[in-house]
């Protein structure tokens, strides 16, 4: 099973931009589909974005759509998670998750299909 750790969390005032990594352990990274999730106080997880395996496709929440960009470094075993324009209500615990793909699966997974996660990272953005 893969492990994944964060990296990158902190604190930024709005407007400001952070960028998150994921590490993943293991020679399998690019039969990972990978996504990051996070999780507000007194919220429920939610699905921020995920990508395909190949990293030619993306999906986004929409309250994310042009201010978070994910990609992923298959040589590096990392995944990345840029935050632009960050807004109080980006602040929550951020995961990095994955799931095992058959190598001729494209789809992009949505938060039910996750099976790893990591320990998550904190961002707070300040108003």
């Known amino acids: 099973q893969v492990q994944l750790v964060e990296s990158g969390g902190g604190l930024v005032q709005a407007g400001g931009s952070l960028r998150l990594s994921c590490a993943a352990s293991g020679r399998t990274f690019s039969r990972y589909a990978m996504g990051w999730l996070r999780q507000a106080p007194g919220k429920e997880r939610e699905l921020v974005t995920s990508i395909n395996l190949s990293g030619g496709t993306r999906y986004y929440a929409d309250s994310v759509k042009g201010r978070f960009t994910i990609s992923r470094d298959n040589a590096k075993n990392t995944v990345y998670l840029q935050m632009n324009s960050l807004k109080p209500e980006d602040t929550a615990v951020y995961y990095c998750?994955?799931?095992?793909?058959?190598?001729?699966?494209?789809?992009?997974?949505?938060?039910?299909?996750?099976?790893?996660w990591g320990q998550g990272t904190q961002v707070t953005v300040s108003s």
């Open positions: 998750a994955a799931v095992f793909k058959d190598t001729r699966d494209y789809a992009v997974p949505l938060l039910a299909d996750f099976r790893s």
